[in-house]
């Protein structure tokens, strides 16, 4: 059959990647012609906005999915009206705004920390008195990559972040002290078989992901029942199918949900070259209606974002064990050009491997 992904950008490259062994095809939609899923499936440019793309979308495809929570409500109701769409609709509506994010996690018992909305600069005042300092101030939309965030530490510091902020409707959050970050990476198929895979270990810098590792030592078989318990209530509230993910802050009382993506995750794409079966492979497989992969990790491995820049090709490729994903992207600051993974035998060969290539990744990236 044929897959439609809204969104064609590295997420929707690696889906296509992934489907077409399986026999699938793909189409993608994006505004922006440079699309890095262009370079390896049929791309329709078009606005979100506009259903003349978003009927051809309909048309083509047998599914619908997204790799990019921010299409407008009316376009996913509009396919849903039309066509097969997975994950569903609602997931999307919730996502795509961090307060219906956070009230579904309360509906649904999923511990999260401290949070108020607000609209107007009295109500950011009032917000912050209810969450405490430290917080976080948060555009309720389009906020990725630690975009649309200001961290409020006095309260003088209010009125810096509402000028930063406040044309947008608002979310903040206490600054929550966590020890580290990881996510819970779920496929759920048409049949509600789940697979999970292990949780992630999420080190970021500046807002940005920068690396993740599978098999973390400081993640506990607790931390993995917690996030299990927790993301099953998520995934049969949604009657979920396809990958979800949901970030969790790891404190010192237990996991706190930071936020979901009901969409494959870049803390996931180890799993291309260190799982049985990918991330991107076992969304395909639960929206087309395939059984699921085996989620086990093959090998020890870690994956390093590249960010701004891409790092010595010659140089990484004579490491063994590294596999390079370059997604055909323009280097600017701040942005995800490319990933690395490096697998190894044991412990002890991947530190030996991560040390020769964490320089190369630092001296390309940004910040
Ligand atoms: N309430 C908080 N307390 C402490 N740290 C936070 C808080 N909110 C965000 N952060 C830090 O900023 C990072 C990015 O925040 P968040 O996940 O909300 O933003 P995002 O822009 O959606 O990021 P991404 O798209 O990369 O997931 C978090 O992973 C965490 O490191
Ligand atoms: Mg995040």
Redesign the pocket.
């Known amino acids: 059959m044929t897959i439609s992904i809204l969104g064609g950008g590295q997420l929707g490259r690696m889906l296509a990647l992934a489907a077409y062994p399986l026999g699938e095809r793909v189409v993608l939609l994006d505004p922006n012609p440079e699309s890095c899923g262009g370079h390896v499936a049929p791309l329709v440019v078009g606005r979100w906005q506009d259903p003349g793309p978003l009927a051809e979308l309909s048309r083509r495809g047998d599914v619908v999915t997204f790799e990019f929570e921010n299409v407008p409500d009316e376009a996913a109701r509009f396919l849903a009206d039309r066509v097969d769409v997975a994950p569903p609709p609602e997931a999307l509506w919730v996502a795509q705004d961090?307060l219906r994010e956070k009230q579904l996690f309360t509906e649904l018992d999923i511990p999260t920390?401290p949070y108020a909305p607000a609209a107007t600069r009295a109500e950011l005042a009032e917000a912050v008195a209810h969450t405490g300092l430290p917080?976080?101030v948060?555009t309720r939309r389009f906020?990725?990559?630690?975009?649309?965030?200001h961290v409020v530490r006095t309260p003088a510091d209010v009125e810096a972040a509402w000028l930063a902020l406040g044309a947008a409707p608002l979310l903040v959050?206490?600054?929550?002290?966590?020890a580290f970050?990881v996510s819970a990476i779920a496929a759920r198929g048409r049949d509600g078989a789940v697979a999970r895979y292990p949780l992630v270990d999420?080190v970021?810098r500046g807002?940005?992901?920068r690396e993740s590792r599978p098999a973390s030592d400081r993640v506990t078989s607790a931390h993995e029942r917690e996030a299990a318990a927790l993301m099953d209530r998520l995934l049969e509230r949604l009657d979920y199918v396809g990958v979800c993910t949901v970030?969790f802050?790891v404190t010192d009382t237990g996991l706190l949900a930071?936020?979901m993506?009901p969409r494959v995750h870049?803390s996931g794409h180890y799993s291309i070259d260190g799982a049985q079966t990918s991330q991107f492979e076992n969304h395909v497989r639960a929206i087309v209606g395939l059984p699921l992969g085996d989620t086990r990790t093959l090998l020890p491995c870690v994956m390093f974002n590249c960010i701004g820049g891409m790092p010595d090709r010659a140089a990484l490729c004579a490491i063994p064990g590294v596999r390079l994903h370059s997604y055909g992207k323009r280097g600017s600051t701040g942005r995800k050009i490319g990933h690395v993974t490096v697998l190894a035998a044991d412990e002890a060969e991947l530190a030996a491997r991560v040390a020769r290539v964490r320089p190369l990744i630092d001296a390309a990236a940004d910040g």
């Open positions: 961090r920390g917080a976080v948060k906020g990725y990559d630690g975009k649309g965030q959050e206490a600054f929550v002290p966590f970050e999420n970021h807002g940005i992901l970030e802050f930071n936020e993506a870049n």
